[in-house]
Structures are given as structure tokens and as C-alpha cells.
């Protein structure tokens, strides 16, 4: 699910709930700091993202920051649209105020939460070591440029910013 909260008059929660190959459950957070423009556009300022994985939090990524116009807003209903273009509707309540996805959103980054990461990048080398040997070099250079993938991802967290962009 996508969820967003305002949690005081300026601080904005995002979250992206998932379940990696349908399986593992994980989240994605973003935590900004927010002023007005003017009546409709903010300028959002986020910290680090941070993923959590089996139930480890860490921070990736950099820092961030997008403008955001807001052309209708009414008691349960925004309309809106990022510095990117991007198209947004959210609506009040529903399963935003469960209670698992508001602990969700105030997660703290585990302290070795890196020590995790490797040790499972560790486990996946040992994994596509063990496809290599049964299946030849072909699913293993696949699986390889899989996980660089992931890992360029993982390296900018996957965020552009709004104000680098628009330059």
C-alpha cells in the first residue's frame, strides 16, 4: 500500500508497503519536513529512506527534496502533483490508521542494520555460487546483473530530486 501522513503542522510521512517475490514483507519510508510556498505548493525536505527487510530497518540513499502543488484539497480528499510530474490522490483514513501501518511508519533504522544487508548479499553470492555449479554461467551473469541492478538502486535510493532535476 501507499500511505501518507501529516503528523504535525510540518512534517510529512510517506510509506510503500510490499512483499519482495511475494514473500518477504518490507516497507519503504520517507520522512520530510515541509513549507509553504504559497496557498497550494509546499517544498518538501526528506531525509534518508529507509527500508526495512526482514524486519531490519536501515537508511539508504540520499537526501531529498520536491515541490509539491496541491490544486484540490477537501476534508478527505487531496489532489496533487510533484515538481516531476507525478499525480497523486490520497484520501483520509481507512487502512492508514491501522495501527501496524502507523508503527510502520516510526520505525528506527536497526543499528547494524548494514551488517544484515551484507550478510544476506553474502547468502545470495553463496546461492548463485550453487546455481552456477548446477546450471552453467548463464543464470549466474543474469542473476549477477540482477543484483548490480538492485545495488545502483539501492546506491541513490532510488530518489531524484526535485530541485537537480528541474535544473
Same mark, same amino acid.
Given at each position: 500500500? =501507499? ?9 510529512? *510521512? ?11 514483507? #518490507?516497507?519503504?519510508? !520517507?520522512?520530510?519536513?515541509?513549507? *509553504? ?10 531525509? &534518508?529512506?529507509? +527500508?526495512?527487510?526482514? #524486519? *531490519? ?10 515541490? +509539491? ?11 496533487? &502533483?510533484?515538481? =516531476?510530474?507525478? !499525480?497523486?490522490?490520497?484520501?483520509? #483514513?481507512? &487502512? ?14 536497526? *543499528? ?5 544487508? %551484507?550478510?544476506?548479499?553474502? !547468502?545470495?553470492? @553463496?546461492? =548463485?555460487?550453487?546455481?552456477? %555449479? @548446477?546450471?552453467?554461467?548463464?543464470? +549466474? +551473469?543474469?542473476?549477477?546483473? !540482477? ?8 546506491? &541513490?535510493?532510488?530518489?531524484?530530486? #526535485?530541485?537537480? %532535476?528541474?535544473?
Amino acid at each position: 500500500g =501507499l500511505y501518507q501522513m501529516i503528523d504535525r503542522p510540518n512534517l510529512a *510521512k510517506n510509506l510503500v508497503t510490499f512483499a519482495l517475490f511475494g514473500l518477504f514483507p #518490507g516497507s519503504i519510508a !520517507l520522512v520530510g519536513k515541509f513549507e *509553504k510556498v504559497n496557498p497550494k505548493t509546499v517544498r518538501v525536505f526528506f531525509e &534518508k529512506p529507509k +527500508l526495512t527487510l526482514f #524486519g *531490519k530497518t536501515f537508511n539508504f540513499g540520499p537526501t531529498s527534496s520536491v515541490v +509539491l502543488w496541491t490544486p484540490y484539497l477537501s476534508g478527505n480528499l487531496r489532489i496533487g &502533483k510533484g515538481s =516531476l510530474g507525478s !499525480l497523486f490522490v490520497f484520501t483520509k #483514513g481507512g &487502512k492508514a490508521d491501522d495501527p501496524k501501518v502507523i508503527e510502520e511508519f516510526d520505525r528506527r533504522p536497526t *543499528k547494524f542494520g548494514w551488517v544484515y544487508a %551484507a550478510l544476506s548479499l553474502s !547468502l545470495a553470492a @553463496c546461492a =548463485l555460487f550453487a546455481v552456477q %555449479a @548446477c546450471f552453467g554461467p548463464r543464470p +549466474l +551473469l543474469a542473476a549477477t546483473a !540482477l543484483l548490480l541492478l538492485t545495488a545502483s538502486v539501492l546506491r &541513490k535510493g532510488g530518489i531524484v530530486d #526535485g530541485n537537480k %532535476a528541474n535544473r
